[in-house]
């Protein structure tokens, strides 16, 4: 394995946590490096939910560290409720959660500044999560945000928030109710700045040191390509690089650490918030695949909207992020349709010549095979049309898929290698 990157090839949401919390089984590490609280990644372990926002997937896996890096932005107020969970769980958090010295601190101003944005832009709103994440990687370009080192003189990061509430007055960026709120969240906020000092690092040292071991380590991407601030459908994106080639920036570790990079694919497309979407279905093939898939967004709760495969973008992703290979999740979800549709290419050019909001998806349709696969260990006991489902996804992406999940829990995942 040593540095194998899981990477999301869509507009996040394609069970990214599902397949970094199977492969754990091999891993000794696995590191986030970008991306924050709007994160959602849901695991079913022994018919149990959890969503985890922060924490990287591997901390259900009592032996596997996780590392929060420093592309990633904070929430400490969140980061220190979500350790807190797990610990009651009784999942193990000390010793095996390293936060970076360098990753930037999610405030509650900035989670302010986001939805109110968000209100003021009305209908053309980019429909965030309202966590903070766009505020906070602006005030990083604009060199003015804080790291988590800060966080060891409290004082200090007490001032500059105070300058900050100072600012929004003057700027009528809030009324007086909301800075009485955020000022009654400020004593929270500095109790779990505070609470995961213990846990901060030089996460650098420490993967650099793990790589030089032969330790073997997987990297979670957070969102997908497509939300990506360069190479997604801008501006309908998030305020980070989620691709392959941002985890040296976000991590601190050399581009030829990397051995593998594994694009992951849901069998048909998702996304939430607003944008532009070619396969949409809003007929009853979305209904359906909302219905079925439970399409419900892990930390808003908004309905996903829900639509064919879209080959064109699978293989730009490709493209974009170097993908050795590739994961399809929820094949199960197709199961019971007669027809399914994939997109080939678009007909009047392609991203990022053409804006997406006038793509025209060309469609090739394949026999659905309307048999249940939830059961299924190996490709050949999956019936024939899911196979060649499979088979012309591989071709249009032109790498090959390794993994098929076909349910929810952490065992249902076929391996395609031999
Ligand atoms: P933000 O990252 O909260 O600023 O949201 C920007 C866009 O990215 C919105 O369309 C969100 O719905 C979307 N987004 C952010 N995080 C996720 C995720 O984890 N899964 C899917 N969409 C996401």
Redesign the pocket.
Known sequence: MPVTAILGAQ???EGKGKIVDSLCEHADVVARFQGGA???HTLYINGKETILHQLPSGIMHPKVECVLGNGMVIDPLELWQEMNNLQNQGFPIDERVHISLQAQIVTPIHKHLDAKTELVLGSAA??????G??PCYADKANRSGIQVRELREINAVQQKVNEKMEQLRRNNLATADEIQSLLHSMDQFYTASTAILPYVTDTSILLNSYIHAGKNILVEG??GTL?DIDFGSYP????SNTIAGSICTGLGIGPKTIDNIIGVYKSYTTR????PFPTEQLNAIGDYLQRTGKEF?A?THRKRRCGWFDAALGKYSARINGFTAAVITKLDILDQLDQIQICTHYENGSFPEIDLQSAVPHYISLPGWQQTTAQTHRLSDLPKAAQQYLRKIEELLEIPITYVSIGKDRRQLICLES
């Open positions: 507009w996040g949401d709007n994160a959602g980019i429909g965030t999560t309202k966590r994440i766009g957070a969102q939300l309908y994106v998030t305020s939430v918030g607003a944008g967004g930390t």
